[in-house]
């Protein structure tokens, strides 16, 4: 039996457009593809967000980015007016007001003073990518003076 070319255009329509309808039903997440996001970050620091909170005159800053398909955290924080010279220093879970889990140690290396700055790169997993994005993250310098940190911000993530 012969089937005409109106017939065969028909049936391939027909199949054009239940492959579309599948395709287009599909979420990214579903077919592999994640959304690339980038975030800004920033934090101001002072003394009074420290845990335990002290009258330091030290002042801190944070600026970066975060980009959710590389998990890359990608920051500047500079520092002014500490007591002396941060001995250590680095990012850490915890709300506003409580003591966190670490996320990364900054190596500050030597010849640091009461100002100054350093700049990181640090991989999130999920869970601490979960908690920046809520804002319960936070940076810290720790001095001489003050082991348990001089400085503290808590980190803000704003879409671009």
Known sequence: MKQSIGSKALVMFSFLIASSLLVTSCTKSEVGITADITYNLSGNAN????TPANNSNGSGNMSGTYRTQTKVM??????????????????????????????????????????????????????QEAQLLAGKCYY?????????????????????
């Open 140 to 160: 810290l310098l720790s001095t001489s003076a003050y082991a348990s940190g001089e400085v503290r911000g808590q980190i803000t993530a704003s879409k671009q």
């Open 47 to 50: 003394g009074s967000q420290a």
């Open 74 to 127: 990608t920051y500047t924080s500079t520092w002014s007016n500490l007591s002396g010279a941060p001995v250590t220093g680095g990012l850490f879970i915890g709300a506003i007001g409580q003591v966190g889990t670490s996320i990364t140690t900054w190596t500050l290396g030597s010849n640091l003073s009461a100002s100054g700055s350093v700049s990181v790169s640090t991989t999130l997993n999920a869970e």
